[in-house]
Structure formats: structure tokens, C-alpha cells
């Protein structure tokens, strides 16, 4: 069973995720958080597959949490999930070696299949 982790301030998009990855497969255990600092706290605990982030956010922003996940050597798959479409954040994502890829919200669902189905790198559309 795949574990997957979200983290974004904003409940409502992480309940459209939720949904989302529920409908491609009921079977994913998900865990969404609005804290980011709680969040990075339960990934040992948690220790998911993959962890959509959201870059924009009090506290502590989706920089600082893969700063934090690199200081610790943490090494979950990241997938940017973002309403960024900031070239210098997609560039900037790709420093962190655990980032994937850089999504731009809301993302679809067909899209979602390909990345936790298979695992793939998939092409946004624009």
C-alpha cells in the first residue's frame, strides 16, 4: 500500500488531493497536513512513498521544509505542488535531489494516475 503525504496550508486543496488520489486508488494510505512543521515531524513516524509540497506557506515554506528534509538526509520522493509558475522556483526545485517534479496546482487527475500508478515523470499539459 502506498503512503503518501501532502502538505499545503490550504485545506480546501488538500481535500480536492485527497479526493483526487482516492479516486485512483482507494487503497493509498494519505495523510494531509496544513502544519508544515507537523508534517515534517511525522515523516519518520509516517515514512510515505512520495510527499506532494506546497512552496508557499506560514511558518515554514516548502523551502525550508526540503532544506530541513536535506539537513537530515531524509530521501522521500518530493513532488512540488504548487500555484507558482515562477521559472526560477521550477529551476530552484531542482537543486533538491529528492524533487521529482515541479506541478502547478490544481493537478489532474490523469495526471495523478501516472505518478503514483506508475511512477512515472509525466508532461503537465498546458
Known amino acids: 500500500m502506498k503512503k503518501i503525504v501532502l502538505v499545503d496550508d490550504m485545506e480546501i486543496f488538500n481535500f480536492i488531493m485527497v ?28 515514512a510515505p512513498d512520495v ?14 521544509f526540503l532544506d530541513k528534509m536535506k539537513e537530515q538526509n531524509i530521501k522521500q ?9 515562477s521559472e526560477l522556483d521550477r529551476q530552484r526545485s531542482m537543486e533538491y535531489g ?5 506541478l502547478v496546482k490544481p493537478v489532474e487527475e490523469e495526471l495523478l494516475e501516472k505518478i503514483l500508478q506508475h511512477g512515472e515523470l509525466v508532461s503537465e499539459v498546458e
Open 19 to 46: 479526493t483526487s488520489i482516492k479516486n485512483v486508488n482507494p487503497s493509498f494510505s494519505v495523510h494531509d497536513f496544513t502544519d508544515p512543521v507537523r508534517a515534517f515531524a511525522s515523516l519518520d513516524e509516517i
Open 98 to 102: 529528492n524533487v521529482v517534479q515541479f
Open 51 to 64: 510527499v506532494f509540497l506546497d512552496l508557499n506557506m506560514p511558518i515554514m515554506d516548502g523551502w525550508a
Open 77 to 85: 520522493k518530493v513532488y512540488i505542488l504548487t500555484s507558482s509558475t
